[in-house]
């Protein structure tokens, strides 16, 4: 499951054009983390970024389809200085 996810993170910035500086899906807790740029809110990457790891894990059946995925919202910390907002 790690590696889809980490697949569809990279798949979704490069669809949308926006800038993935690192990223971690941690093999074992069920923890991700993204550090990037998309000129956009950090909630609305979030979710763009969660809602395309969900679909792929749905049809490569690593859960099932009433399965839920994501255990709450996340942080979405702008970090210092950054040019993105809420």
């Known amino acids: ?19 993935l500086l690192a990223y971690a899906v941690r093999p074992t ?5 993204l ?5 956009v809110g950090p ?11 969900t679909c792929w894990l749905r049809e490569r059946g ?8 994501w255990v709450d919202r996340g942080g979405s910390d702008a970090g210092c200085g950054s040019p993105m907002t809420s």
């Open 1 to 19: 499951m790690r590696g889809v996810v980490a697949a569809a993170f990279v798949d979704e910035c490069r669809y949308r054009a926006w800038e």
């Open 29 to 33: 807790t069920p923890h991700v983390w």
């Open 35 to 39: 550090v990037g740029y998309a000129g």
């Open 43 to 53: 909630g609305l990457m979030a979710g763009r970024m969660k809602a395309r790891a």
């Open 62 to 69: 690593c859960i099932g389809a009433d399965q839920p995925v």
